[in-house]
């Protein structure tokens, strides 16, 4: 049974630092792309960074130069680093995970939630002002 499962979430004031966790089990996790979504309250849900295989990168435009994304292949171990956090960070967070591909060479992980088959549970980010 495939398991993903955070950790880290929590109460912060504006500037301040957070690292989420994620921690799967169950399937060959080196394999698939690896993300980062966000949901607040009253909006859809965003993808907010993501990483290939190959530990390649892509943050959505808000959490550019703040947030760093990165995972431990042996230890089945997907990070979050936020960093200046802002109120408008605040969100449930969840991964993600699937092996599909998207792009002109098939190598390119997708963006849409709906496009990823493993969820966990979501972990609470609350930033203050």
């Known amino acids: 049974q495939v398991q993903l499962r955070e950790s880290g979430g929590g109460s912060v004031q504006a500037g301040g630092s957070l690292s989420l966790s994620c921690t799967a089990s169950a399937f060959t996790y080196a394999h698939y792309c690896m993300a980062w979504f966000r949901q607040a309250l009253g909006k859809e849900r965003e993808q907010v960074a993501v990483i290939d295989s190959d530990g390649r990168t892509t943050y959505a435009d808000s959490v550019k130069g703040r947030f760093t994304i990165s995972r431990d292949n042996p230890k089945n171990t997907l990070t979050l680093v936020m960093e200046n956090l802002k109120p408008e960070d605040t969100a449930t967070y969840s991964c993600?995970?699937?092996?599909?591909?998207?792009?002109?060479?098939?190598?390119?992980?997708?963006?849409?939630?709906?496009?990823?088959?493993?969820w966990g549970q979501g972990t609470q980010v609350t930033v203050s002002s």
């Open positions: 993600a995970a699937d092996s599909s591909r998207t792009g002109s060479d098939g190598t390119s992980c997708y963006r849409r939630d709906f496009m990823y088959s493993y």
